[in-house]
């Protein structure tokens, strides 16, 4: 108890600025920083290292014209790589992470935070006290206050927002599946360079099988093969590196004049062709939108050392080298890696480029997982199973529910097209769209989040767009030849996240409308109207705040409930970690006679519910935790600053000590502050009972648990009106409820055993 009191006696803003240091962005010794370095090389870049096996073949399918060609595409390579990997990318978005998090839902993250745009409206002003809820505040006058108040102004303009961040989640996901399609296709050609009569069919089979083997490997998660893979890739980038040296030496070396920036102008005036080709040399970008989504694995500082030091010179190098040979050799575009290569080193070099492109995979495998874990937090996607693989880092997670999904698709565009072309296309078109997603979003995060000045963010938009927008033009023209593949991915991926989104929103709204009144529960009585039999009732709902209508539903229908009621919300909020001691908010409801509490458990879209934590225990002790604080509380009642008196009236600023947020003691709804006459209710039979010292309420809850815990879990079923829309019907009455029925229950997530759980059903039509 002494040392409570010590902690009460704290200065709670500087307590809170010291917590909110530890969650920036830590600063490393700089032997550390290179070994992230390196270790990120395994992990971010593999998808950008195994681009040139495949991009020279793409950008000339059909043949070679003459050598300044070669020589304009070379040079449009050079700059994209700079224009976007490198300064867009490397130096302006990767500032952009939430605490280390990247990805479409960071930057959705981001947004919610600065500017009131989340469709659900579950936050609340509590929400901002946390260490990681890290916001700026405007002048009213300002041109980011006007902005903030624009997108908060109509619900439409924020449907517009969710919208995009749902299109440029699907396209990623969309990469996911594409990236191991054809980086370890492309990869495994390589046979034909050395067996030429070998029937493709025979180069498909080989790839799903290494593509069955990868996915087969994803349980062990990134950790345990981080180690194998960056020294993989490492070797790869001195091997292709040093290979484009001699190339340039030994073949052309007039293809260094692709350096010069005329010479992009040149091949914009040969006409047709060289617009058709943007798609193949767009491939060159390829991966550098998963280098944002898995930045949560290691600090920007690493990653753009790797970048700079190692991955940007050594992919110039490569590409300016088979520009080289190919400029000499224009029959050689096929499979121009491999042609260019010494016959002594064929072999190693496809050993190294097989083991290079599996990587390359697992780095937009793993950036998928991340977003689909990010999409969930968010109420953006049904319920699946995540795994957390690592002890040492957070954001390293496995779905084996999205794991096979993505293997199932994998191997049905592999085997389905055959055609490296054909993939190229579809992939293509995937990148381009994520990276004009990325580049919209960035306009309100450089407005409101870091407040740029509005000239710094149209050179932004413009340099990004005259890069992205010609691109785009290229691969919607190639819809047709495969690039309707991502599309229709994507199109699928939007439509299950938008119903669930939407079935979620609409069972939020029911709860809201719906709730018990305070009123009505204070004149049931201490017995609430019904027989109080000892044990704990966790009645888990989707409120925050107010009692939830399945209550009353519940005690309607049953003759007894538990001596002490606990309404569980348990939500997510737009930051990437909530720290454990800032958890749980608890509250208490009614008089202390009422044995009634709310307690809200907090999660980012990063923290997951592991199998070793006891949700249970760490509730309970929140709760013992509170009825300590609260009592401390009303010893204060001479202090202005702890008097429980203020804190009734101000209904805000609770102090909060190890995550308990100290509430009045008649907890009546977040949402309104006016007071409510407590009704005189008739006698009812009950064990009601009032406490003459903190420690006898403590040991009634010892003894109420002990009695049992009963986890009362409220199963709300959406239907459609008989007057809606034919379209509604259909995702409500039969998407929603099929994707209410295969995801995972909150009793799983939680994992509250089957013999303490019940579920109270109820229907309502939207």
Known sequence: ?????????????????????????????????????????????????????????????????????????????????????????????????????????????????????????????????????????????????????????????????????????????????????????????????????????????VSVVILIGLFSMQHYGTDKVSWLFAPIVFVWFILIGILGAINIYKYDRSVLKAFNPVYVYRYFKRGKSSWASLGGIMLSITGTEALFADLSYFPVQAIQIAFTMVVFPCLLLQYTGQAAYIAQYNDRVSHAFYLSLPKSVLWPAFVIATAAAIVASQATISATYSIIKQALALGCFPRVKIIHTSKKYVGQIYSPDINWILLVFCIAVTAGFKNQSQIANAYGTAVIMVMLVTTFLMIPIMLLVWRSHWILVTLFTVLSLVVEIPYFTAVVRKIDQGGWVPLVFAAAFLIIMYVWHYGTLKRYEFEMHSKVSMAWILGLGPSLGLVRVPGVGLVYTELASGVPHIFSHFITNLPAIHSTLVFVCVKYLPVYTVPPDERFLVRRIGPKNFHMFRCVARYGYKDIHKKDDDFEQMLFNSLLLFVRLESMMEEYTDSEEYSTRELNQAGNANPRINGISIGSNMDLSYTSHDSIIQVQSPNHTGNSQTFQTVGDEIAFLNACRDAGVVHILGNTIIRARRDSGLIKKIAINYMYAFLRKICRENSAIFNVPHESLLNVGQVFYV
């Open 1 to 205: 108890m002494w040392e409570l009191e010590k902690n009460l006696d704290q200065p709670m803003d500087a307590e809170a600025g010291r917590l909110r240091n530890m969650y920036r962005e830590k600063k490393y010794p700089t032997i550390l920083l290179l070994q992230l370095a390196f270790q990120s090389l395994g992990v971010v870049f593999g998808d950008l290292g195994t681009s040139p096996l495949y991009v020279f073949y793409n950008i000339f399918p059909h043949g070679i014209e003459d050598t300044e060609q070669v020589i304009g595409a070379l040079s449009l390579i050079i700059y994209s790589l700079t224009l976007i990997p490198l300064v867009k990318y490397v130096f302006i978005v990767l500032r952009a992470n939430d605490n280390g998090q990247g990805g479409t839902f960071a930057l959705y993250s981001l947004l919610c935070r600065h500017a009131k745009i989340n469709t659900i409206p579950n936050q609340h002003r509590t929400d901002e006290e946390l260490t990681t809820y890290s916001r700026h505040t405007y002048d009213e006058k300002s041109l980011a206050a006007k902005i903030k108040r624009w997108l908060e102004g109509h619900q439409f303009r924020k449907n517009v927002i969710l919208i995009l961040v749902l299109f440029g989640t699907c396209m990623a996901v969309g990469d996911g599946i594409l990236t191991p399609a054809i980086s370890v296709l492309s990869a495994t050609g390589g046979i034909k360079v050395e067996e030429p009569r070998m029937r493709n069919d025979v180069i498909v089979i």
